[in-house]
Structures are given as structure tokens and as C-alpha cells.
T-cell receptor, first 111, second 114 residues
Framework: GESVGLHLPTLSVQEGDNSIINCAYS??????FIWYKQESGKGPQFIID?????DKRQGQRVTVLLNKTVKHLSLQIAATQPGDSAVYFC??????????FGKGTTLSVSS | DTAVSQTPKYLVTQMGNDKSIKCEQN?????MYWYKQDSKKFLKIMFS???????INETVPNRFSPKSPDKAHLNLHINSLELGDSAVYFC?????????????FGDGTRLSIL
């Protein structure tokens, strides 16, 4: 079946750098996308979402970009901090379905 | 107050036993979910309930039986536990089952089958 995937299983950055986590999705009917952060021993924590009628949305230190032409989603984290170290998941949804999660990218931030 | 809380946090039991995991949300949401996360961190939907009614069942074995006594609770009962059931189970809720609604997750129940 169709699924959401991530390009890289791990990403290592230095504190203060900007991080970019990528995700490719295959279901053109998906109209809602979410990024989650999962720390060790915790549940996924909502970071930011975007609807398919938008191509960019900004939060605090985070930006999500949506490129529907190539079915690509990215999460940009500005001035990455050690506390940003976690597994990041993208997820997609369309009407009548549950969230479909990608495989996750482990972000490691070194100081 | 924790928005989505599930108990127990850890569950260790033997193959063949029956166990239950409880979930409660105090967000006033109508829709609740159960997800399974395997050892490779892959999260997959199991069930979804909207206002106590089952709306999604993703071909989960019938040894798994969700029960929703009211819209704030969605419990998961598992019969005849198997080794492959070892995983982390997450409960989640959303305002309703429509698109454009983020889901809020509990902190998971780590189930280990001996």
C-alpha cells in the first residue's frame, strides 16, 4: 500500500546549526500532514502541521515545507539545540483514514 | 494534568496470558486510537473509535479487542498473548476523525512477552 517514508534514518548536527529532515509521501489524495517528535520513553509529540492548500508554515524555530508536485515534506529546525535530539516522524492523512506514519529520522545534536 | 494517559507504562507477562491496557483522555475529544510501535520504531494504526463507535480496524487479529465505555476511554484487551505482540502500544485522541486535526498521544505501554 501507499506509505510515507523518510529519506534518512539518522541525522547528526552540531548545536546551533539548522537541521532539515525530509519526508517523501506517495498518496496524492493526502491533504493533511503532521510532524511529530518522539523522545525516548515518550509518546509522539505534535510539532507542526500543514494542510495541502499551503506550501509553508512556520512555528517557533520550526518550518514545514510542502511540495505537492514532487510529494515532498520537510521540517526545518533553526538553531538546533541538544533538547531537539529525538526521533522525528512525518505523517499524512486524508479524509476517512487514520494517520500514516513514516519510518522516522533520529536527530542527534552534539554540543 | 496529563492529556492522554495510559496504564500500565510497562507490562511483562507470559505467552498465552490475557492482559488489558487502559487509556483515558481529558481533552474532550470525540475520537480515540490505538497504535502499535515495533522495535524499529514504526508506528501503525490498529483501531480508531469515534464517540464510542469503531470506525477503523486495520486487520488486527481478533485476539485484540478494544472497548470504549465512553468517549473519554478506550481500553485494549489482548487475549492469548504471543511473542510477536511485544511492542509499545500508544493511545491517541483527536478532536474528531476528520482531516486537519492533530492527534495527541499518550506515553505508551511497553508490552514484553516472555
Amino acid at each position: 500500500g501507499e506509505s510515507v517514508g523518510l529519506h534518512l534514518p539518522t541525522l547528526s548536527v552540531q548545536e546551533g546549526d539548522n537541521s532539515i529532515i525530509n519526508c517523501a509521501y506517495s498518496n496524492s489524495a493526502s491533504d493533511y500532514f503532521i510532524w511529530y517528535k518522539q523522545e525516548s520513553g515518550k509518546g509522539p509529540q505534535f510539532i507542526i502541521d500543514i494542510r495541502s492548500n499551503m506550501d509553508k508554515r512556520q512555528g517557533q524555530r520550526v518550518t514545514v515545507l510542502l511540495n505537492k508536485t514532487v510529494k515532498h515534506l520537510s521540517l526545518q529546525i533553526a538553531a538546533t539545540q541538544p533538547g531537539d535530539s529525538a526521533v522525528y516522524f512525518c505523517a499524512e492523512k486524508h479524509a476517512g483514514t487514520a494517520l500514516i506514519f513514516g519510518k522516522g529520522t533520529t536527530l542527534s545534536v552534539s554540543s | 494534568d496529563t492529556a492522554v494517559s495510559q496504564t500500565p507504562k510497562y507490562l511483562v507477562t507470559q505467552m498465552g496470558n490475557d492482559k488489558s491496557i487502559k487509556c483515558e483522555q481529558n481533552l474532550g475529544h470525540d475520537t480515540m486510537y490505538w497504535y502499535k510501535q515495533d522495535s524499529k520504531k514504526f508506528l501503525k494504526i490498529m483501531f480508531s473509535y469515534n464517540n464510542k463507535e469503531l470506525i477503523i480496524n486495520e486487520t488486527v487479529p481478533n485476539r485484540f479487542s478494544p472497548k470504549s465505555p465512553d468517549k473519554a476511554h478506550l481500553n485494549l484487551h489482548i487475549n492469548s498473548l504471543e511473542l510477536g505482540d511485544s511492542a509499545v502500544y500508544f493511545c491517541a485522541s483527536s478532536l474528531n476523525g476528520q482531516s486537519n486535526q492533530p492527534q495527541h498521544f499518550g506515553d505508551g505501554t511497553r508490552l514484553s512477552i516472555l
